[in-house]
């Protein structure tokens, strides 16, 4: 016994297939993007991993692949990461704070939050001209450490104002008001609670963004982070080198040999970003267990 | 905050004493300063950028003129005879663009779709910061598998592509925007209240019919925005369409050959010994400029989107 007619149940059966299809097709660019990871790290270690050695990490860059090393670019990270950490995190934290707990919601905070969204979409390169202009030239800090960390600190500025406000607008109202009902005043909240309070997810913001300003190579380039450098920096005014700016002398010869070397390079990078990552992902599911 | 009033409060026996607002505290004055000051070199920032985009572009449309400029087709800025066409590097970016997006966009989506309507919470769990790991990937590292893989893999294919090609740039720019797309999406079609999926269910509609005639206009203010955001992402990049698809200014509609966008040509003057003042110098103010006006306008469509469009469900 039929309840509907033959044509409409081929229909039927047609509109069901349709929909196994989608969400096949859906499954498998899902499962083609994630392969494409694979694939990708895949290649570099293939093409890398014989060349990390001692050697390698102790040697500075070189005419002759096989002593060629990443001392000086992995030391000029380490600087980088280093001050732009100091410039960045006072300044970012304070901005958060300002514009969650004491700005208000006027006009000038509407202002402020539309010009670091938009700050946030400006591409790195044209970071990298300001810094050019700006620090190279006009405060004539040359193309020394303190340059390039200060243009990546403005580079990643938005990111860890806007993950720092997201961190702190977690923080139930319920704790700011029973400080406040107190007598504390309002520095006295932030400084004692709030800021105690949302700390973690601060931190976990600017552990991503510092990990942005490490993979970044447009804006060193441009204000000439300089590709070979056979000593290591003493200070944040001498010149430097930097991981990806290494990574992209060696990718940029022809010899495949240096294509080697630049995957051996990428092979520390992305440990260096790993490790960064999973900083922030273990004080992340710390302190969701704690509120929990 | 508001201003409390003075309290009149008994202290002690007969004492006329009232308790007062608390005087002026100059720490927490000074402080109150410092964040205001924090918050504002992000304004500094841009103004920073705007001003010095601006006086140089002017300096440099003092000697070339803007016609010359915007509807030049040659591009050759260092040598003589020189001529200041920047359409072949506009149209570079636009080859990489269009076939990022063309691979991105869709698989981006199909992606957003799978994570939020098919996938099981235990796989969304592995997937999603396995795409967040992509995401997170220095462009370097994309500009090295495109030049070391991608290309290679494509001659195989294509024997007369050359070294540096546009399709092997835009290929890997769009597995680059691929996860923020796919990302950003998911979050807006999982905002989606369930009720909507129910009743489209409970009339008897396809997982298909749900999702395309539901769920994704439903969503469609996030998706489009994490579009444009993606889109203005891949203009502005850099590394890898400066390793993979040269440096050689290109009107040609083919994408198998050497092209070169705007940020690749910005890489290639802060690399050479172009003197400062000289005009071959500022040419890199005037195409910043294009390139920071550009991105910026699609990121100001894409918050707009973002705000004028979006459903609001309680």
Known sequence: MAFISEQEYQNLQHRHRKARVFQRCCAAVTWASVFLLAVLLYQVCADGLGWLDWQFFNSFPSRFPDRAGIKSALVGTLWMIALVAVFSIPVGISSALYLEEFAGKGKFAKFVELNISNLSGVPSIVYGILGLAIFVRYFALERSLISGALTMSLLILPTIIIAGREAIRGVPMSIRYAALSLGATRWQTTWAHVLPASFPGIMTGVILALSRAIGETAPLILIGAMTFVAFLPQGPMDSFTALPIQIYNWVSRPQPEFHELAAAGIIVLLVVLLLMNATAIYIRSRTERRLK | ?????????????????????????????????????????????????????????????????????????????????????????LWGTMLITIGAAVIALPMGLACAIYLSEYASDKIRAWVKPTLELLAGIPTIVYGYFALTFVTPLLKTFIPNIQVFNALSGAIVVGIMILPMIATLSD???????????????????????????????????????????????????????????????????????SIQTMTAYIVQISLGDTPAGSVGYQTLFAVATMLFLITLVLNIISQWILSRFREVYD
């Open chain 2, 187 to 257: 979050n807006a079609l999982r905002s989606v209240p369930i009720s909507l999926r129910q009743a489209a269910y409970a009339l008897g509609a396809t997982s298909y019919e749900v999702t395309t005639k539901v769920v994704v206009p439903a969503g469609l203010s996030g998706v489009m925005a994490s579009y444009l955001l993606a889109i203005s992402r891949a203009i502005g990049e850099t590394m890898a369409v400066t390793i993979a698809s040269g440096q050689t200014p290109n009107l040609s509609l083919s994408m198998l050959e």
């Open chain 2, 1 to 89: 905050m508001e201003q409390l009033s003075p309290i009149e409060f008994p202290v002690g026996k007969g004492s006329n004493t009232s308790i007062h607002k608390a005087g002026m505290r100059w720490g927490e004055f000074v402080i109150k300063i410092w964040l205001q000051v924090c918050a504002l070199i992000s304004l500094v920032t841009t103004a920073a950028v705007v001003v010095l985009l601006l006086v140089e572009s002017v300096k440099f449309f003092k000697v070339v003129s803007p016609l010359e400029f915007f509807f030049g087709t040659r591009w050759v800025p260092l040598l003589e005879p020189s001529s200041f066409g920047v359409l072949p590097l």
